[in-house]
């Protein structure tokens, strides 16, 4: 049940807050007074788009808060459960901020989800039928979920839209796999080009270009690292030209620094580090030695290694951008053509499954079919009955099921519903046939039968008597507090006759006030009750408020309906003689 709603910045309403109660929750008021901004501030909720030019003129942004009571919310469990939304004490809070950009933001329990989220949760709590709505009727597609909804055949079309996609998915896949067929030969022999050069290339580790790098730069200045080598050592060492050896030098200091030490201790240190030097240098110039024996000067493995370094180089611009890249790239090429090469068997394969997945949709949408047409005239029946009680006693309504051309995510069939609204005349689908009123009473019937069968909790209804008057309306009334005793309904309405029913009526004002110099329009709600739905009732009769006889008229109306509700009479005749 809906039980609070909050609307700020939004059209011309600054800030209203409704509370709306069990049953029958009527909202009036004048043409213009803001009554179908309420409904779009509802459909806001819901999952409704959210444009910035519905933010009130001089503020930054419009927000809408719903507070839901969920005792019952075994249909919503599984979609809170996914996307992590706790409820407590059985509330759910829903609420949007539409910003200045035309983005929104939608909050449930104040975890932030997308729209796809919020209309899977508000779609099993509300159900919104408007004029628009009616158009949507007399769609095939539409008139088929209708008809499930009375079988309650929710569960097996879920399963068949679930295998309808799994038919689908493996059909693509087929389509895939035959249009590659068309481009096999020179895919593959492609392929073959790039698998053979990376197969020469002999790509062993995905390092062996940084490796080669590097004996590159030593193999390049080969002559130069020598050269220093030589100089070092001999300069450590000594040579034939006549220069002392450092190592000869420092080893006379350190013979001299070791005698002296025996006259004065404080040389001690001195000597200890010249003769570390000494050790030290040594070891250098073993290395020196080492080294110029180990370097090679080989002009040949030079010219080689450049030549793989380029072609390293040129695989990575073609297959990388690195060598461990261009390595996958080849097992990727050899499972290609392995998969081209097996195309026929792959072709074999991926049919069957085609068929296997077709079969399996077919089952349950015969199963599915069969419960529709068993359901299809007792459905049809009970539409006939209310419509009967809405002053179209003498329409016929069908239910016609045929096998639809192509198999869809419905399944295997397509309904119309047909009317002959009077005597002599052949049934004809709706788009053809229906006014708006036979449309509007159309709908009103179709919640009424569907009303007692579980679902959603909660009917909005936009003005869904358009078209009617008289008895007629006042048989709507009833007829919409009948869904009321199984559901919360909320109306907005331009009748009395429907208004007269209400459990809870509740009047939309607009209001013209000064703001910093400059006249502002705003909309107001306010509950009416007693004497005030009086004055309400009588306002929509068209009658003067200060009218005793239109207000007695207001009053018979008021009492006549309130009559109806408590024996649940709703007959035709049982409509009050105030028309």
């Known amino acids: 049940m809906l039980k609070y709603l909050r609307i700020q910045n939004f059209a011309i309403i600054e800030n209203v807050e409704i509370e709306f109660g069990s049953g029958l929750n009527i909202i009036s008021g004048e043409t ?59 509330e759910l809070i829903v609420r949007r ?19 796809g989220t919020l209309n899977l949760i508000t ?47 493996k059909l693509n896949e087929l389509k895939r796999l035959e249009d590659d067929s068309a481009d096999k030969e020179r895919r593959v022999d492609f392929l073959r080009f790039q ?21 590159l730069d030593i193999l390049s200045n080969s002559e130069t690292l020598l050269n220093f080598a030589r100089e070092a050592e001999s300069a450590i060492n000594g040579c034939d030209d006549g220069n002392k050896a450092i190592l000869d030098v420092l080893g006379a200091l350190v013979n001299r620094a070791e005698e002296l030490c025996k006259t004065d201790t404080n040389l001690t240190p001195a000597y200890e580090l010249m003769n570390s030097l000494k050790i030290t240098l040594e070891e250098a110039g073993y290395f020196f030695r080492d080294y110029m024996n180990n370097i090679e000067v080989d002009d040949g493995r030079l010219e080689g290694l450049n030549h793989r370094y380029n072609l390293l180089t040129q695989i990575k611009r073609k297959y990388g951008p690195s060598l461990k890249e261009a390595i996958e790239s080849r097992e990727i090429f050899r499972n290609e053509i392995e998969s081209f090469e097996n195309h026929d068997e792959n072709v074999q394969i991926v049919t069957a499954a085609v068929n296997e997945a077709r079969s399996l949709f077919d089952e349950e949408a015969e199963r599915l079919s069969e419960k529709r047409k068993v359901a299809a005239n007792t459905f049809a029946t009970e539409v006939e009955k209310e419509l009967a009680e809405l002053n179209m006693e003498r329409a016929k309504f069908e239910c016609l099921l045929e096998r639809s051309e192509e198999p869809s995510s419905y399944g295997i069939d397509k309904a119309d519903y047909l009317l002959a609204a009077n005597p002599g005349e052949d049934a004809a689908p709706l788009h053809k046939v229906a006014s708006g009123g036979e449309l509007s009473r159309i709908m009103l019937a179709l919640h009424n039968v569907l009303s007692s069968r579980g679902g959603v909790r909660v009917y909005l209804f936009d003005e869904v008597d358009t078209g009617v008057g008289g008895k007629t309306a006042a048989v709507v009334g009833r007829k919409l507090q009948r869904v009321a005793d199984n559901s919360q309904v909320i109306c907005i309405t331009h009748l009395p006759q429907v208004a007269s029913f209400a459990d809870r009526h509740l009047r939309v004002e607009k209001s013209v006030s000064m703001i910093d110099g400059e006249e502002r329009t705003s909309s107001n709600v306010v509950q009416v009750a007693g004497s005030d739905q009086v004055l309400e ?11 005793s006889e239109a207000l007695a008229n207001a009053e018979s109306m008021i009492l006549s309906a309130k009559n109806m509700k408590d024996s649940g009479r709703d007959s035709s005749s049982d409509i009050a003689a105030n028309e």
Request: with cysteine; glycine share 10%.
């Open 32 to 90: 213009g007074a803001g009554k179908s901004i309420i409904m779009g501030a509802l459909n806001i909720i819901l999952g409704g788009r959210a444009k910035s030019d519905l933010i009130r003129s001089g503020t930054n942004s419009a927000s809408v808060e719903s507070l839901f009571d969920v005792v019952d919310r075994g249909s919503i469990q599984g979609v809170l459960d996914n996307t992590g939304i706790e409820i407590e004490h059985d």
């Open 97 to 115: 901020i539409i910003q200045p950009n035309g983005k929104s933001r939608a909050f449930v329990n104040d975890v932030m989800v997308n729209v």
């Open 195 to 215: 698998l053979k050069e990376l197969e020469e290339a002999k790509l062993q580790q995905g390092s062996e270009d940084l490796e080669i790098k590097g004996e």
């Open 537 to 547: 009732i009588t306002r929509m009769l068209g009658g003067m408020e200060d009218s």
């Open 123 to 169: 779609e099993r709590l509300v159900d919104l039928c408007g004029q628009g709505d009616q158009r949507l009727l007399q769609r095939q597609n539409e008139q088929l979920l209708w008809l499930d909804r009375y079988a309650e055949n929710d569960p097996i079309r879920n399963f068949v839209k679930e295998r309808f996609q799994a038919w689908k998915q």
